[in-house]
């Protein structure tokens, strides 16, 4: 693999010019020193108009032509001073990104804090290739998303994104470079026909009660796992000094459909796997089944509700991946 792509040099360049690499930890506060600014191409244009209209003045001895150089040039570098005031001091916190299904949009949450007394008018978000224009009201915190296009399964970090402002007068743009510690899980996109969901492999018949995870009753405390709803979670036990537990619950059930990877044709590809295991898994779900998982090293139990159809669709969307655990 050749050692330098213009990817890897432009990463380089950006690490060394913007100082951005992995994550920040929050609150991300825009000092003076993160904050850049030049010319637009308007601007640009406007600086190259009062040359000219300073060349023709001295030229000429036009008196009037100096003033009204002098006066728009004052107005361009007044319009530097409010652009960077515009980004000075805001504050950038990540706040949730909800799984999706690859091929939708991933919507990164992020919340803008404006402690000034003076409302931020026209900034703007960019990031993987989305943007959102938006203003910030004084005293508040703005909760802005940038949906982001999803092409591939997996976990989907935000990165290097970008605030920015053209405010007053489009002549000058003020920006700052920051990387969030956000990212969200792209579960793998189920398959569009899939075929029928396989006999039942487990469970009682009968609609017996079983100890399988449901949503009914209440049975019982586990330790909590990152893949945990947060309203399962025991609130009232970790007030109390304990450590954090989830609630479980049972239900009834007359069966429970196994999907394991080794029982799918074996001409079946990777990826084609995975979708058609998220395709049952949302059938299951759907028909209020319980079932369990199996892929290459790792299980997942009988269960059912959508805290159980996270747990293995996230697992499928890590499968052949480098595990990172982000809760």
Not at 82 to 91: G, P
Not at 113 to 125: C, D, G, S, T
Not at 210 to 236: C, E, M, N, V, Y
Request: hydrophobic share 45%; net charge positive; glycine share 8%.
């Amino acid at each position: 693999m050749p050692r330098f792509t213009p990817a890897r040099i432009r990463a380089r360049v950006e690490h060394w010019l913007f100082r951005i690499g992995a994550p920040e930890q929050a609150p991300i506060r825009l000092g003076q020193r993160r904050i850049y600014v030049l010319p637009t191409p308007a601007g640009l244009v406007f600086a190259a108009a009062l040359v000219t209209m300073l060349i023709a003045s001295i030229n000429y001895g036009l008196s009037l032509g100096y003033m009204l150089a002098f006066l728009l040039a004052s107005a361009g570098i007044t319009s530097i001073v409010h652009a960077f005031r515009n980004l000075l001091h805001l504050e950038i916190a990540p706040a949730r990104a909800t799984p999706v299904f690859c091929g939708e949009a991933a919507e990164f949450r992020l919340r803008i804090n404006n402690a000034r007394a003076e409302r931020r008018p026209a900034l703007r978000l960019r990031a993987r290739g989305a943007n959102t224009a938006f203003d910030a009201a004084a005293a508040s915190a703005t909760e802005i998303v940038l949906a982001c296009r999803t092409t591939r399964r997996g976990l989907l970090e935000l990165g290097r994104t970008v605030l920015e402002t053209t405010w007053p007068l489009g002549l000058i743009r003020a920006w700052s470079v920051f990387v969030p510690d956000i990212d969200c899980i792209v579960y793998p996109a189920p398959e569009h026909h899939p075929p029928p969901l396989p006999a039942e492999g487990a469970g009682n018949e009968g609609g017996t009660r079983s100890s399988i995870r449901g949503d009914d009753d209440f049975a019982g405390l586990r330790p909590t796992q990152p893949s945990d709803s947060p309203r399962h979670i025991a609130w009232k036990s970790l007030a109390r000094g304990g450590p954090m537990l989830t609630k479980q619950f049972s239900a009834s059930t007359g069966g429970a459909h196994v999907f394991d990877w080794a029982a799918l044709p074996p001409a079946l590809e990777d990826e084609a796997r995975l979708s058609r295991l998220t395709a049952w898994i949302l059938a299951a779900d759907a028909a209020g089944r319980p079932f369990s998982l199996r892929l290459p090293g790792a299980e997942i139990d009988i269960g059912r509700g959508p805290g159980h159809v996270h747990a293995c669709c996230r697992l499928l969307a890590l499968h052949g991946q480098v595990r990172v655990d982000h809760g």
